[in-house]
C-alpha cells in the first residue's frame, strides 16, 4: 500500500503559477512511475502528466506541455508539478497518482494508488 497526499492547490489568477506536492508514504514510492491527473466539474477524469520512476521521462497531455512540469523527489518521497500560465480552464480537481510499473503512462487503470485530490481554481 502507499498513500499519498497532494497538497498546493488553492486560487489563482489567470497567468500566475502554482506548485502542487505529492507526499508519498507506504511501499516505496520511488520504484514505481507516477502521474497526475484532474477532473473538472461535470467532466470526466483526465491525464495531466506522467515520469518514470528514475525522473528521466516525462510525457504531458497535449494542453499542459510548455505550461506544467513534473518532477519527483525520490529522496523525499515527493512529487510534484509546477503549473505556470494557469488558465480559468485548468480550474479542477488534481489528483496524483502511484503506478504498478516502472514507466508512466496516461492510462488511470495502470495507478493504483491514488490521493484525496486538492483543488485548483483559476479566476479570469
Known amino acids: 500500500q502507499v498513500q499519498l497526499v497532494e497538497s498546493g492547490g488553492g486560487l489563482v489568477q489567470a497567468g500566475g503559477s502554482l506548485r502542487l506536492s505529492c507526499a508519498a508514504s507506504?511501499?516505496?514510492?520511488?520504484?514505481?512511475?507516477m502521474a497526475w491527473f484532474r477532473q473538472a466539474p461535470g467532466k470526466e477524469r483526465e491525464f495531466v502528466a506522467t515520469?518514470?520512476?528514475?525522473?528521466?521521462?516525462?510525457a504531458y497531455a497535449d494542453f499542459a506541455k510548455g505550461r506544467f512540469t513534473i518532477a519527483r523527489d525520490n529522496a523525499k518521497n515527493t512529487g510534484y508539478l509546477q503549473m505556470n500560465s494557469l488558465k480559468p480552464e485548468d480550474t479542477a480537481v488534481y489528483y496524483c497518482?502511484?503506478?504498478?510499473?516502472?514507466?508512466?503512462?496516461?492510462?488511470?487503470?495502470?495507478?493504483?494508488?491514488w490521493g484525496q485530490g486538492t483543488q485548483v481554481t483559476v479566476s479570469s
Open positions: 497518482a502511484s503506478s504498478t510499473y516502472y514507466s508512466g503512462s496516461y492510462k488511470d487503470f495502470e495507478y493504483a494508488f
Open positions: 515520469i518514470r520512476w528514475s525522473g528521466d521521462a516525462t
Open positions: 507506504g511501499r516505496a514510492f520511488s520504484w514505481y512511475a
